[in-house]
Structure formats: C-alpha cells, structure tokens
C-alpha cells in the first residue's frame, strides 16, 4: 500500500491505495506529521513509484469537492478487504447518499435490511477508512442531529462539509 499527501481548501489530505484502488483517505489532522503518522500506522508507505493515473485522478476530484464543486465520488475503485462484509455492506449503502443529501444510521441499517443496527451503522461510520469517497459525514443520529465524526475537528468538521454541499443543516 502506498500512500500521498496533497493539498486541498481544507488543508493537507492523505490518500493510500493498492495498485489502483483507494485503500483510505484521511481528512486534514492538526499538521502534516500527524497524518503522515495516521497513514504510517495503517501500514502505508510513501508512493515512491509516483501516483497512478486513476488515484491522480481522484486526487483533482477530491481538490474539486473541497473548492465546493460537486463530485461523484461513486465510481473510484475502493479496496476494502480488510472491513467485513456487514462492514462492506454499510459502505456500499453509505455511497448511494448523494451531495447535499442526507440520511440517518437507522435509514441506512434499514436500508441494508437491518432495521435494529443503528448503533453498529454508527461504529462503521466511525471506523470509515474512506471519508468523503464513502460520505460518513452524510449520516446522522436520528432526529437529523449531527451525531459524531470521528475525523480531526470532530462534528465541527463534519458541519463544515455539509455546509460545504449546501446542505440544509437542522436548527
């Protein structure tokens, strides 16, 4: 696995990939080291062979989406076979929630037909190696309430990737 900085309107970001799919993504930290550190914990490597085509690719739609445009994100090529398949399924389900929209961690247990998994739709948001490419920041506790973001600023960060989507946050 290897892994890259770049820079976007939020600050630095890291991508890693293996071969040419996206393995994480990790959302600006306090400073460059501490993300170079979350990434060495994850077991990526700088990219010294350069950045494939396809992950270059996802790194201008990822600057584009933080300069506010809207991007789908649902056909980059993940690599997630490290999750489980319940996980999996939380993830292909979260993908579907499209800019500016949003749902709760029941609607998507629901969706994936299991209606009393909130919680664990939760524990997989948290646990996302992927944010904005599968969009966590998209869920919310029920009654439209933020709920948390496990991403460095925390719910601060998630309201400000909303507000980015023009989405219209509950008072």
């Known amino acids: 696995?290897?892994?890259?900085?770049f820079d976007t309107a939020f600050g630095p970001c890291g991508i890693a990939w293996n071969g040419t799919a996206v393995t994480a993504m990790?959302?600006?930290?306090?400073?460059?080291?501490?993300?170079?550190?979350?990434m060495a914990r994850a077991g990526a490597a700088a990219g010294d062979g350069g950045v494939p085509a396809e992950i270059a690719r996802v790194i201008a739609d990822l600057r584009r989406y933080f300069d506010?445009?809207?991007?789908?994100?649902?056909?980059?090529?993940?690599?997630?076979?490290?999750?489980?398949?319940?996980l999996r399924q939380v993830y292909e389900e979260t993908r579907r929630?499209?800019?500016g929209h949003t749902v709760t961690y029941g609607e998507i247990a629901r969706r994936i037909g299991s209606?009393?998994?909130?919680?664990?739709?939760?524990?997989?948001?948290?646990?996302?190696?992927?944010?904005?490419?599968?969009?966590?920041?998209?869920?919310?506790?029920?009654?439209d309430k933020l709920g948390g973001f496990?991403?460095?600023g925390g719910t601060v960060q998630k309201e400000r990737l909303l507000v980015l989507e023009r989405t219209r946050l509950p008072l």
């Open 1 to 5: 696995m290897a892994y890259a900085f």
């Open 68 to 86: 506010g445009e809207e991007v789908d994100f649902s056909a980059v090529a993940l690599d997630l076979s490290e999750a489980s398949d319940a």
């Open 97 to 99: 929630v499209g800019w």
């Open 26 to 38: 990790h959302l600006p930290e306090a400073d460059r080291s501490a993300a170079e550190a979350r």
């Open 150 to 152: 496990s991403a460095f």
């Open 115 to 143: 209606p009393a998994a909130a919680r664990f739709v939760g524990r997989a948001m948290a646990m996302n190696p992927v944010p904005i490419i599968v969009p966590c920041h998209r869920v919310l506790a029920s009654g």
